[in-house]
């Protein structure tokens, strides 16, 4: 029985050995940020996959959210749920704290790029080009209902700061894309809202977009969406 009680506390010490060397080696436990972003210590990253980030902690739900609010209330806000960094030169587009039962679980997605940036504003003029394609592909809806929808953006007044639901479903998408001086471009429209709808237009993988204010924009797009 002595022998069989060392061996126990052996497994014992072995295994919490193995669980504390895995705590220290791991990339965000005994650190105090993470890509730049200052974190608690104590939270353990289990994912890091495409820059979308997943820690555990069994610290308290308000210090992490203490630790949020400090952080992001220092950087640049855009369509109410991007923050840019501007020195650690990322964008966070997520950034949420879960409470469970007995452990908290964070997740933070950042992408390098600035999407508070004028660079993905799309210009009034997209409208002015739709008028020299040669040819559209692939659109979703009739060409007259096309150009009616056109008529209608145009008359609609833009929305320069729009609040923009990540959690929001579109119901009506309209899609269609065009050569243009050697350029393929794809579009998309869709309602982002009850009363508003947003143009994405995308080359190389690239998107820059407009949002205009139409009233109850799901009744009408549900008219001319096929």
């Known amino acids: 029985m002595k022998f069989l009680g060392k061996v126990i506390s052996l497994v014992i010490s072995f295994s919490l ?5 895995t705590l220290l080696i791991n990339d965000t436990f005994t650190k105090t940020e993470l890509q730049g972003i200052p974190i608690p210590r104590f939270l353990y990253l289990k994912d890091n996959s495409s820059l979308n980030y997943e820690l555990y902690t ?32 990322l964008t966070i587009t997520k950034y949420e704290i879960i409470p469970h039962q007995f452990y908290q679980e964070v ?38 209902n096309f150009n009616n929808l056109l008529d ?3 008359e609609a007044k833009r929305d320069l700061e729009p609040i923009i639901n990540p959690s929001y479903h579109s119901e009506y998408i309209i899609t269609y894309n065009y050569y243009l001086l050697n350029n393929h ?10 009363n508003e709808i947003v143009v994405i237009k995308t080359l190389n993988e690239e998107s820059k977009f407009a949002v205009y204010e139409i009233n109850t924009v799901k009744d009408y797009l549900k008219t001319i969406v096929e």
Not at 61 to 87: A, P, V
Not at 109 to 135: F, H, M
Not at 185 to 194: A, F, L, P, T
């Open 17 to 21: 050995a193995i669980g504390l060397l």
């Open 58 to 89: 069994f610290r308290k739900n308000t210090l992490l959210n203490e630790t949020k609010n400090n952080y992001l209330k220092n950087l640049e806000n855009c369509y109410g749920n991007y923050y840019y960094d501007q020195n650690n030169e």
């Open 107 to 144: 997740k933070i997605n950042i992408d390098y790029k600035n999407y508070c940036s004028e660079n993905y504003i799309l210009s009034d003029t997209w409208l002015d080009e739709q008028k020299t394609v040669p040819r559209l592909m692939d659109l979703n809806i009739s060409i007259n």
């Open 152 to 154: 209608k953006i145009s």
């Open 185 to 194: 471009y794809y579009m998309e429209i869709k309602d982002i809202n009850e």
